[in-house]
């Protein structure tokens, strides 16, 4: 029913509680419904967790790496075997004549796919956000580092062993046309090696120190295309271990999986490289550093993408 107006001094009266209200107030207390309350808290959405098996899989790709930097021979022959080392020292005095993404790799590529890519798998398996900002960072310092490291050995300013300043004699009549590394100049039409003519024959002979002039700008030329390639391989492969850092769950593991797998790809490109040039001399053969390494990425790219069990995220 309508209230009564209000007093004279502004209380309002109201109708007394029927019976029935009485009752079906009674009734809801003895129920226990003591009227609304608040709802209960959502429960927290998990988070990413330790990932043993890819911790387990990043130790080893670590491993696997290390022995292929420091402890497997990287080209092997008649002489001496190569480490990495040695390659390393070679490419970046002469830089061999092999192609440039395995002198980039050599120079640069190596070092990032054990040490930043053995960090990144690390931080993925175990799943904490200050290791992942930890990995992020030896990721973008070893880009900068890197590259700029493969732009500064393009320096290379020391001379062929033994190079003099006395004219050498020129090549004789019919005597094979070579290049100034020795290699056998042919005719592309007939595949028959071409020979000095009569007219040619003791002439035009290049000093030894014009030679080994000809050698360090080949080198130089060689490096500096190996650095180019470093640098920008440097870049794609960092961007996309950052945005693998970056992401959660499932698309992180994936992005920073895809990462690993093309510091793979390009271990995989050195080995067919070192494998089909002569660029070594007689150690032409590849040893099993190079190989080392393109295992080490498959199994921190396989690391990267094993899930993490979840872990519910603590309440406010």
Do not use: C, M
Not at 19 to 46: H, N, T, Y
Not at 82 to 94: I, M, N, Q
């Amino acid at each position: 029913s309508a209230s009564a107006p209000p007093a004279v001094d502004g209380s309002r009266h109201t109708e007394p509680l029927s019976p029935e209200d009485v009752a079906a107030a009674a009734a809801l207390a003895a129920a226990g419904d003591s009227g609304p309350s608040d709802p209960a808290p959502s429960p927290a959405a998990p988070s990413a967790g330790l990932s043993v098996l890819g911790l387990v899989a990043a130790i080893v790709g670590i491993a696997v790496g290390v022995a292929g930097l420091l402890a497997l021979p990287w080209a092997t022959g008649p002489g001496p075997d190569l480490s990495y080392l040695d390659l390393r020292d070679l490419v970046d005095a002469s830089g061999p004549d092999i192609a440039a993404v395995a002198n980039a790799f050599v120079l640069t590529g190596a070092l990032f796919a054990v040490g930043a890519g053995g960090v990144v798998a690390l931080a993925r398996a175990i799943g904490a956000t200050p290791l992942r900002v930890v990995a992020g960072i030896v990721v973008v310092l070893g880009v900068a580092g890197l590259a700029v490291l493969g732009f500064a050995s393009i320096d290379v300013d020391q001379p062929l062993t033994g190079a003099t300043d006395t004219v050498g004699v020129g090549p004789d009549a019919g005597a094979p046309v070579t290049l100034p590394d020795g290699t056998p100049v042919t005719d592309p039409s007939t595949g028959d090696p071409v020979t000095v003519s009569e007219g040619d024959a003791g002439a035009g002979a290049l000093t030894d120190e014009q030679l080994a002039g000809v050698a360090v700008v080949q080198g130089e030329d060689r490096l500096t295309d190996a650095a180019v390639v470093g640098a920008g391989a440097l870049v794609a492969t960092g961007l996309l271990l950052l945005v693998g850092l970056v992401l959660r769950g499932t698309a992180g593991r994936i992005v920073a999986a895809v990462g690993l797998l093309a510091l793979a790809g390009w271990a995989g490109a050195t080995v067919v490289t070192l494998r089909d040039q002569a660029g070594l001399g007689d150690l032409a053969n590849v040893g099993l550093g190079p190989y080392a390494l393109v295992a080490s990425a498959v199994v921190l790219a396989v690391s990267a993408a094993l899930p993490g069990r979840k872990r519910p995220r603590p309440a406010a």
